[in-house]
């Protein structure tokens, strides 16, 4: 099994913030965490506003948690907040359903971490967050879609 690197935590961290400072994004925090959600790497730009890791950690750790972009955990959080309540208190809260999570999947699909970025718009820090991802070598849920049912992949329709 493929395993996430410092090296290619730092790579994911290093070309998120060079493309959000290109797309003149408010200032990022960027977490990368292994299974179980231990961290690898995190960097804050200057700038950025209190609390900004609680928040990439919580991106980080809801992709984790649900097994899909934390996006698609913002819409099982509307379709169902009781469900959601439930894994918030179960976890002490530490899921962020707010997209910019993302599962970093080896190249048999496999996933081995996650990153979450925060900072920006929603869809920004996911655009930013898959970007990254994939410029360290890594593939998203999006690339391992029609991997068949060996690899778990969650879509939002």
């Given at each position: 099994m493929t395993q996430l690197t410092l090296d290619a935590a730092n790579r994911i961290i290093a070309a998120i913030i060079?493309?959000?400072?290109?797309?003149?994004?408010?200032?990022?925090?960027?977490i990368v965490v292994?299974?179980?959600c231990v961290v690898?790497?995190?960097?804050?730009?200057?700038?950025?506003?209190m609390a900004r890791f609680e928040m990439a950690y919580g991106k980080a750790y809801a992709a984790l948690a649900l097994g899909r972009n934390s996006s698609l955990v913002r819409?099982?959080?509307?379709e169902k907040p009781a469900f959601m309540q439930y894994l918030f208190a179960a976890t002490d809260?530490?899921?962020?359903?707010?997209?910019?999570?993302?599962?970093?999947?080896?190249?048999?699909?496999?996933?081995?971490?996650?990153?979450?970025?925060?900072?920006?718009?929603?869809?920004?820090?996911?655009?930013?967050?898959?970007?990254g991802?994939?410029?360290?070598?890594?593939?998203?849920?999006?690339?391992?879609?029609?991997?068949?049912?060996?690899?778990?992949?969650r879509r939002t329709k």
């Open positions: 060079a493309r959000g400072v290109e797309l003149q994004c408010r200032p990022l925090a960027v292994e299974p179980g690898k790497a995190f960097q804050k730009e200057d700038g950025c506003s819409i099982r959080n509307e809260h530490k899921i962020f359903p707010e997209g910019g999570g993302m599962l970093i999947r080896s190249a048999s699909g496999d996933a081995i971490g996650a990153v979450g970025v925060t900072g920006d718009t929603e869809e920004q820090d996911e655009e930013l967050a898959a970007l991802i994939r410029t360290a070598g890594f593939k998203t849920d999006e690339d391992c879609a029609g991997m068949g049912r060996k690899v778990n992949v």
